[in-house]
Every structure is written in structure tokens, then in C-alpha cells.
């Protein structure tokens, strides 16, 4: 089975400007979720989606935003960037059901390091 | 939230076992323990989880104490690849899929 993958690996924006990047799951897998890493916060959820409904989120703005398609395949949008921005964002997929009882490991892709200049 | 106490850092000796503790005071009952690791900004890897009842694979064992407040993590023989961050996470009971990551431990394997 191919892992996660998510597009594209490396990105630099300017302030103000807007970004999406998008996470394929494993095949199979209806939940995403999407997480920040930065040096000084350490990881952090941003949210999850499941069957294209967001069902839980994490302490971001709302310039942080998701959505997921049918397929699953995920993408997430940060508008108007700041600096603080800068970051390495990790979605990771998991076998999921709709009750939620959860005891299932979630799956990281690679990553897109995010830079915002 | 349920969180996590790791140690910043720890050595261990190649070939050794490397056991890793955590904290968990706050947890309830029926909250898992899950260990994950990073390899130099890599996405993290799943290394194993556990509810009451200790735990092992082909990776690790997991140790959970009785009142399930602390547990520890051992990597039977550790080798220079299995240098990483070691993250103990809590998973939030039936709140789907959302981790708590904390600080995590910086294993350092040496030769």
C-alpha cells in the first residue's frame, strides 16, 4: 500500500499571501487530520475530517481552513500568512469510524515545510 | 486535555535497551497511550499503543502501570537508527482522532 503523500514537499510564500496544500490518504482510510510543527509549539492539531465533514478542530484562527472530497483526499488553506506561519505541516490518515471509538493508529505522511518570507 | 511528561533527552549505549518514561496523571479510563517517533523532521512514525495491559510488537514493549498513570517505553536493543524524538501521547477518549502531542524525549543512541 502507498503511504501518505502530501503536495507539494517545500513551499515559500510572502506575508499576506495564501497557501493550500493537500494530503492523499491511504487507500481505504476515510479520516485526515492535519497537524502544525514549529520549533517553539512543538505539534499541534489543527483538525480532523471524516467523510468530508470537519469533526473536530484543534485552537488555530479561522485563517486555517480544510475540507475533504469524496475520494478523501484532503486539502488544507492558510489565508492572509504571517510570518509565524512558517512551519511543517503534517496530515496523517487512519482507519476511522463514524462513532468515533477510536483506537487505531494514524499514519504521517512527509510533510510540507511552509516558509513565509 | 490529558498531558504528557517526558524527559527532554536520554542517552542510551547501541545494543542496549532504552527505556523511555512518561507521565500521564491526568488520564482517564478510557484513554489510550500511544508512543509515535520523528526521525529529523520526517513525519512521525506509530510505534505501538495500549489501554490497561502491557503491550509488544516487532518494535517496542509498552509498560503501563497499574493505575495507568505513568508508563514506560522499551526498545529491547537499541541500534544508531532508532535515534529520535519519542513522543507518548494520550489520545482523547472518544474524541475521534485528535492527539496531544507533548515536548517528547530526544533518545540519543550511541555507538
Known amino acids: 500500500k502507498a503511504g501518505v503523500t502530501q503536495t507539494p514537499r517545500y513551499l515559500i510564500k510572502t506575508r499576506g499571501q495564501q497557501v493550500t496544500l493537500s494530503c492523499s490518504p491511504i487507500?481505504?482510510?476515510?479520516?485526515v487530520s492535519w497537524y502544525q510543527q514549529t520549533p517553539g509549539q512543538g505539534l499541534q492539531f489543527l483538525f480532523e475530517?471524516?467523510?468530508?465533514?470537519?469533526?473536530n478542530k484543534g485552537n488555530f484562527p479561522g485563517r486555517f481552513s480544510g475540507r475533504q472530497f469524496s475520494n478523501s483526499r484532503s486539502e488544507m488553506n492558510v489565508s492572509t500568512l504571517e510570518l509565524g506561519d512558517s512551519a511543517l505541516y503534517l496530515c496523517a490518515s487512519s482507519l476511522s469510524s463514524r462513532k468515533g471509538l477510536e483506537n487505531n493508529e494514524q499514519f504521517f505522511g512527509p510533510g510540507t515545510r511552509l516558509t513565509v518570507l | 486535555d490529558a498531558k504528557t511528561t517526558q524527559p527532554p533527552s536520554m542517552d542510551c549505549a547501541e545494543g542496549r535497551a532504552a527505556n523511555l518514561p512518561c507521565n500521564h496523571s491526568t488520564i482517564s479510563g478510557n484513554e489510550y497511550v500511544y508512543w509515535y517517533r520523528q526521525i529529523h523532521s520526517q513525519g512521525p512514525q506509530y510505534i505501538i499503543h495500549g489501554l490497561k495491559n502491557n503491550e509488544t510488537n516487532e518494535m517496542a514493549s509498552l509498560i503501563i502501570t497499574e493505575d495507568r498513570k505513568s508508563s514506560t517505553l522499551i526498545l529491547p536493543h537499541a541500534t544508531l537508527r532508532d535515534t529520535a524524538v519519542y513522543y507518548c501521547?494520550?489520545?482523547?477518549?472518544?474524541?475521534?482522532?485528535?492527539?496531544?502531542f507533548g515536548s517528547g524525549t530526544k533518545l540519543n543512541v550511541k555507538p
Open positions: 501521547i494520550v489520545r482523547v477518549g472518544y474524541n475521534f482522532n485528535k492527539f496531544y
Open positions: 487507500s481505504g482510510h476515510r479520516s
Open positions: 475530517y471524516f467523510s468530508e465533514t470537519q469533526r
